[in-house]
């Protein structure tokens, strides 16, 4: 069991270049607290290791979206790329290193 929660977890934070996974990794909030309800359950059933397991996996999963969000790095899904404006400075004169 230990095993499918890390597997779904890293599958979840390695996205590949197809539309299933990269569908996947955008549900990551969602996953993540789906962890922590599992957790939950797993508190009141008394299977600390598993608990433990589910709650790792979740702030593993939430710094993965923090990260992802923050930096800019996250790619949005292929239906919209095509639609969204192209990101510009917020003033004409700031000047923008030829690099980004």
């Known amino acids: 069991m230990t095993i499918v929660l890390l597997l ?11 539309p299933l996974m990269e569908w996947w990794a955008a549900q990551a909030q ?7 309800l599992v957790a939950m ?8 290791r598993l608990m433990f397991v589910c709650l790792g996996c979740s702030a593993a999963i939430c710094l993965f979206f923090n990260e992802t969000n923050a930096s ?10 095509d639609t969204l404006p ?7 004169h700031e000047y923008t290193p030829p690099t980004r």
């Not at 969602?30 to 922590?36: I, Q, R, S, T």
């Not at 800019?72 to 790329?81: A, S």
């Open 41 to 48: 359950v797993l508190l009141i059933f008394n299977r600390t």
């Open 30 to 36: 969602w996953l993540a607290l789906g962890y922590v």
């Open 8 to 18: 779904l977890a890293v599958s979840t934070m390695t996205p590949l270049h197809q």
């Open 72 to 81: 800019g790095r996250r790619t949005p899904p292929l239906e919209l790329r």
């Open 86 to 92: 192209e990101q510009t400075d917020s003033t004409p």
